[in-house]
């Protein structure tokens, strides 16, 4: 299969704010890369820190571990960062059964990871744009809801991992299969979408910084066609929550260096500082989600 070269359309379709991380388009394994999974994580980083202050480490890797280690992460704002289009280290070592199917690499998998310190409560923007997402995604992977799993089930053996916590996965698929029932999207606004990468390009507009994502966050609902496609609210709190300084996320410490070695099963842990966010990332958006 290769790259999935829809990640754009379908952070876009959740009607969420995205932001493109530069280099999204070429980082990850291409090779052999099929995914027919999504699985979703949370990223165990700091408490507090922005809407995204995992971002770095999720696009670089940790010291024993190369990035990226997602392909997508959702901040707490429900912001949709699009990190690869190639096979990212997020699930390591498990498995996922859908029928007669077994999965398990992470050649088979998209990875979702929302920035979540692995106790506290899951803002609803970011719960409702992840399940929006993973629905997205499974639609242009043309799998159903069963082919999403979170990263508790597919991790061998049993207890390994425990996220993304506190979600029930069933119930979780349920709501990820009603969505999949009927498109959000009619077909003049399909039919915009398709064209949306070509508008992004001709725009300038692949790697968005901040005090541009409230442009951008306009731009897609204008070429969506309707007047405000994310839960009420969310727009105002968006544009109000950011700061216009794109300066130093401000981790410390030194990453340390990446391991050069492949290696087709990584895992990204829960654990561990964020590194540097990579140059031409946005920087931490001040974000005041509900409780
Ligand atoms: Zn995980």
Not at 102 to 112: F, Q
Not at 211 to 229: C, F, S
Not at 264 to 281: N, V
Request: glycine letters at 14%; hydrophobic letters at 35%; aromatic letters at 6%.
């Amino acid at each position: 299969m290769g790259r999935i070269l829809w990640v754009v359309d379908a952070a876009v379709a959740t009607g969420y704010p995205v932001v493109l991380v530069d280099g999204y388009l070429t980082r990850g394994f291409e090779t052999d890369y099929d995914p027919h999974v999504v699985v979703t994580h949370h990223t165990g980083g700091p408490t507090d820190g922005g809407d995204m202050p995992s971002l770095g480490i999720c696009v670089n890797g940790r010291v024993d571990l190369d990035g990226p280690l997602a392909n997508y992460c959702v901040g707490r704002s429900g912001t949709i960062y699009v990190v690869a289009t190639g096979k990212a280290n997020n699930a390591g070592v498990g498995h996922w059964t859908v029928g007669d199917k077994t999965y398990d690499s992470n050649y088979d998998t998209v990875g979702i990871e929302p920035e979540n310190n692995g106790s506290q409560p899951w803002p609803v923007f970011q719960v409702d744009s992840c399940q929006r997402l993973e629905a997205e995604i499974l639609r242009r992977l043309g799998e159903p809801a069963a082919n999403l799993c979170g990263h508790k089930e597919w991790a061998d053996p049993d207890g390994r991992k425990v996220d993304p916590h506190t979600i029930n996965m069933t119930t979780r698929r349920a709501a990820v299969a009603a969505l999949l029932e009927g498109s959000t999207l009619t077909p003049e606004q399909d039919a915009r979408m398709a064209s949306l990468a070509d508008y992004l390009i001709a725009e300038g507009m692949t790697n968005i910084e901040v005090g541009r994502a409230v442009k951008w966050y306009d731009e897609q609902r204008k070429v969506l066609g309707i007047p405000d496609a994310a839960p009420p609210g969310l727009a105002k709190k968006v544009a109000t929550g950011i700061t216009g300084a794109k300066g130093d996320p401000g981790e410390k410490g030194d990453p340390g260096p990446v391991s050069t070695k492949p290696g087709p099963k990584g895992d990204p842990g829960e654990k561990g500082d964020p590194g540097p966010s990579p140059t031409g990332i946005v920087g931490p958006i001040d974000f005041e989600y509900p409780a």
